[in-house]
């Protein structure tokens, strides 16, 4: 996620990206569809598997990413970069930003997630 002033480019984490292994399709709701934060706003499918997307914050989709409709794989290629997702003007930035988690907190995560799976 990248925010400049209240606007949050969305796309999915590193760690995300390589669970997710070759991203196929994505199902992404239409510009001007309000999302809420934590809510599911479309679906990614991989050869794997399909799963939701979620919003980390709270506003209405401007935009999504239009490279993505014929390059797919950009999302496990540059996820932070070219591979984001939506783009969302911010309704509550300051307030919603205290539920996520720091980096340091997602690092654990995955840290505990990755022995889960060993």
Sequence with gaps: MKITGNTAKIGVTDYAAKTLNDVVYLTLPPAGQEVKQFDSFGTVESIKAVSELYSPFTGTMT?????LANHPELVNISPYESGWIIEVSLKRLDEE?????????????????AQEHH
């Design 63 to 67: 935009r999504s990413n239009p490279e």
């Design 97 to 113: 930003k205290k539920n996520l988690l720091t980096p340091a907190q997602y690092k654990e995560l995955v840290k505990s997630l």
